[in-house]
């Protein structure tokens, strides 16, 4: 039986790792190891990591309960599939199966088992396959994926933006892919996770080009 681990697995509070805060753990696989982010159980259940694949490690064929979704940070990750280069995204359904490794290495953001029950759509986005369009203000945003309340994208903000104030209904997750972004609460430089709960509210900006991914509307709500 996997033992209950509970990390950050209550969604009515703000959770954040930067940079400096982060420390690899192996994995019961050579060579892949995870930064553990939300984790509800040892090796089963909820869970958001980064994942380090060394060039030439492989995961042992496994089945996806709930579903996986990943964001190829750096490197290239593979299965028996494809290749997929970094700023690809991947949605493998629940109860899909798959082989993965990287034959030079890469990082992924990867979140495990939090698929909606009647969510079954198979994914995969390439960087050249992505679409950018105008966001609010000067931003420029990249959907990805977007389900009942759910969305996931990728936002490139200039130099100097500062965005509206605004309230999250449903959460908002953030990884900070390159630059620096605020808010009022603080700095989170490339490499940072931010989670803020439902009816949270920031004001973000940025001094320096940064691209975020950002997913809304996807967490534990009354």
Not at 4 to 10: C, K
Not at 147 to 168: G, I, R
Request: aromatic share 12%; hydrophobic share 30%.
């Amino acid at each position: 039986m996997n033992k209950n681990i509970d990390l950050n697995m209550d969604f009515s509070k703000t959770a954040y790792l930067l940079p400096t805060q982060q420390h690899w753990l192996k994995s019961p696989v050579n060579g892949v190891s995870r930064i553990p982010l939300e984790r509800e159980s040892a090796e089963s259940g909820h869970t958001t990591s980064f994942v380090s694949y060394q060039a030439g490690s492989f995961f042992p064929t496994h089945q996806h309960i709930q579903g996986e979704e990943i964001y190829v940070i750096d490197g290239v990750f593979s299965d028996e599939n494809g290749d997929y280069p970094a700023g690809s995204y991947i949605r493998n359904h629940a109860g899909s199966h798959h082989s993965p490794f990287s034959k030079q290495g890469c990082t992924l953001f990867v979140k495990l088992n939090q698929f909606q029950p009647d969510d079954h759509q198979q994914i995969v986005i390439k960087p050249e396959e992505q679409q950018w369009f105008d966001g609010i203000g000067n931003l420029k945003v990249c959907s990805l994926y977007s389900y009942n309340t759910e969305n996931t994208a990728l936002v490139w903000w200039p130099a100097n933006e500062v965005f509206q104030p605004h309230v999250h209904h449903g959460g908002e997750e953030i990884i900070v892919l390159k630059g620096i972004f605020f808010d009022e609460h603080g700095e989170y430089p490339a490499g940072s996770w931010i989670r803020n709960p439902h009816l949270s509210r920031h004001y973000p900006s940025v001094r320096e080009e940064t691209l975020i991914l950002v997913k809304v509307g996807h967490l534990k709500f009354s």
